[in-house]
Nanobody, 125 residues
Framework: EVQLVESGGGLVQAGGSLRLSCTAS????????IGWFRQVPGKERGGVSC????????YYEDSVKGRFTMSSDNARNTVYLQMNSLKPEDTAVYYC??????????????????WGQGTQVTVSS
């Protein structure tokens, strides 16, 4: 069974840090692009970042550049999102997603094959 599971969410004060994990089962990350998204109630889900796991390229949405960092541990089939200098506006449910690489990408994929169930991140002011 193909599955993505996020973990690491929680409550943190503004300025603090969290590290989210996204672990895959049923497939390996090696030939995938992995994306992080977030959604708050009443708003559309928006892209945060993605990692092209075949060569390690990463892309970030402007509001998180310099604060968030993606990395991968292929031995653990896990991708991480290190979030530093968190702000109240980062509060959201965070989702990871995976897209099997079919061709070379120069940006994050526009659609994904698999999605996780989400993990809540709450940043208090």
């Amino acid at each position: 069974e193909v599955q993505l599971v996020e973990s690491g969410g929680g409550l943190v004060q503004a300025g603090g840090s969290l590290r989210l994990s996204c672990t895959a089962s049923g497939f390996t990350f090696d030939d995938y692009a992995i994306g992080w998204f977030r959604q708050v109630p009443g708003k559309e889900r928006g892209g945060v970042s993605c990692l092209i796991n075949s060569d390690g390229r990463t892309y970030y949405e402007d509001s998180v550049k310099g604060r968030f960092t993606m990395s991968s541990d292929n031995a653990r089939n896990t991708v991480y999102l290190q979030m530093n200098s968190l702000k109240p506006e980062d509060t959201a449910v965070y989702y990871c997603a995976a897209w099997r690489l079919r061709f070379r990408l120069s940006k994050c994929p526009s659609e994904y094959d698999y999605w996780g169930q989400g993990t809540q991140v709450t940043v208090s002011s």
